[in-house]
């Protein structure tokens, strides 16, 4: 007579939970590397720095300034940089866990395995998600945990379980502490999550709807209690001076179609129709996906195209990485739902070939500059300046302060080893060391820029001058001085 031997779940969770932290250190590993060897080339992503800048002052500031972590600005990508020494470790540790979970994921599920694969070889290999991986990890956080609240509001419609509900709006609610505009989408999922079953049971409908909108509407009211607390205004990260809204660099075009309905969508349409090379996969997808409730399954599918739509209406939109990211990650979430088909399998190939060349007619810099260091090219150098005015400033005595204004100059002060040692915008003496820069600091440096706090009060910098000061180092960015010991 047989014993039955207990089925080897432990073992083979436990095998899982080994890959996966094995595929994220590999990851990880590389990430690292390349981003290494590209800063060490003077090549690093602004938006990176920015992050590294308000961790470090919120850690070693003088004094350290809790608002520095945000508070205008979504926290999260902040916040989980805190545990890491620098930002490029935190970089490299949180992407890799990022892919390898979207990896194993597709592992782990049915999938058409020729199409599992080209879509693995993407999302590790494609410039548009390695340009994420290696340089901006809140943006590929956003376009995951987005893709993966759509995945799972999708399975719930299709299978009925309230955890894949609870699941996903959690999901949902958090892309709000990494990007505000992820409430945008909330226009489309209440709806057409809780229509479905409003003839059968309205109450039902209204719990449904209840549970996509409280996680949302729970983190945006308590962030605007913190804006209140420690800003002053509840609506700060909305409409305040340094507002997360009012950091876009957006075009012409785009300024003129916010506000009109037909602008913007046309706006749009032609956004998004630039990336159809590397999007096509997702929008071909809408016609294999499978499920009965199916007109509800496409318009979740769609909250991509909702949310360039609603940017582009309110002025908010500015073409990245990011939101390409979102469609491809919404297509990889949705593999398990699709049919079987070898056109799938083909156009997803494709759009990972023309990835490698649609980036370099991007429009944001930085993305065309990774895209061909990646393919070989030539490094285009964005901090070279900065980090030889960080030596400069290194080699001079510690205790001596250096004043600027970090909201223009933060790369320096992200590159410097001490940044204590500057007089910022949020410190009580700035406003006095502003108006007497002799008596607080030895060092200034001023970004050539309008916006920029020292520049407007002292119009002859651009010439070189500064009373008490001399000039010592010059850029298309910035001007330095050092003071002189004998002003004459």
């Known amino acids: 007579m047989g014993i039955a031997l ?29 981003g290494s060897v590209l800063f060490k080339a003077d090549f690093v992503s602004l938006g990176l720095l920015f992050f590294s800048e308000k961790a470090a002052l919120a850690l070693h500031g003088a004094p350290p300034h809790l608002p ?62 390695l340009f994420l991986a290696t340089e901006r990890y809140g943006e590929l956080l956003f376009a995951t945990l987005l893709a993966a ?48 079953y409003a003839r059968a049971s309205r109450a039902q409908a209204i719990s449904i709807a209840l549970t996509v909108i409280v996680p949302m509407a729970f983190f945006a009211l308590a962030w605007s209690y913190v804006n209140w607390v420690f800003v002053g205004d509840p609506l700060a990260f909305v409409s305040g001076s340094a507002s997360f809204f009012h950091t876009f660099t957006t075009s012409t075009q785009a300024l003129a179609a916010a506000g009109n309905p037909l602008s913007s969508a046309l706006l ?9 090379p590397i999007t096509a996969p997702y929008f071909v997808g809408l016609f294999y996906l499978r499920g009965t409730a ?33 469609f491809v990650l919404t297509f990889a979430f949705a593999l398990p739902q699709f049919r079987r088909s070898r056109v799938l399998v083909c156009v997803t190939a494709i759009g990972f070939v023309f990835s490698f060349a649609s980036t370099f007619v991007t429009q944001e810099p930085e993305e065309r500059a ?7 090219g030539a490094i285009v150098e964005n901090v070279r300046d900065y980090r030889d005015l960080a030596g400069v400033l290194a080699a001079s005595v510690p205790g001596d302060r250096i004043l600027a204004d970090d909201a223009t100059m933060f790369p320096l002060v992200a ?58 180092a010059r850029s298309e960015r910035f001007v330095a001085f050092e003071r002189l010991a004998n002003p004459q």
């Open 149 to 196: 609240s759509v995945h799972y509001m999708t399975r719930f419609l299709r299978e009925g379980y309230s955890l894949h509900l609870f699941t996903a709006s959690t999901l949902l609610g958090t892309t709000f502490f990494i990007d505000f505009r992820s409430i945008f989408v909330m226009l489309l999922f209440v709806p057409a999550m809780a229509l479905p």
């Open 415 to 472: 590159l410097s080893a001490n940044p204590e040692r500057f007089l910022l915008p949020y410190q009580y003496e700035f406003a006095s060391a502003l108006s007497n820069p002799r008596g607080f600091a030895r060092f200034v440096v001023v970004a050539r820029r309008k916006d920029d706090m020292i520049d407007s009060l002292y119009p002859d910098i651009e010439r070189g001058r500064l009373v008490g000061y001399r000039e010592v």
């Open 268 to 276: 749009s349409a032609r956004e998004i129709a630039f990336t159809l």
């Open 68 to 129: 520095n972590v945000g508070f205008v600005y979504p926290p999260l990508s902040y916040l989980i940089q805190l545990p890491f020494n620098d930002a490029f470790t935190a970089q490299a540790v949180l992407a890799g866990m990022i892919v390898a979970a979207i990896v194993r994921s597709i592992d782990r599920r049915d999938v058409d395995p020729a199409l599992g694969w080209v879509v693995k070889t993407f999302i590790v290999f494609s410039p548009v998600t």
């Open 294 to 326: 199916r007109i509800p399954t496409v318009l979740i599918y769609l909250g991509p195209v909702m949310l360039v739509a609603m940017s582009a209406y309110l002025g908010v939109y500015a073409p990245s990485d990011a939101f390409v990211a979102v």
């Open 370 to 376: 990774f895209a061909r260091a990646v393919v070989g």
């Open 6 to 34: 207990p089925e080897p779940t432990f073992h083979r969770r436990a095998a899982g939970a080994l890959a996966y932290l094995l595929l994220a250190a590999v990851l990880a590993c590389g990430y690292y590397v390349l």
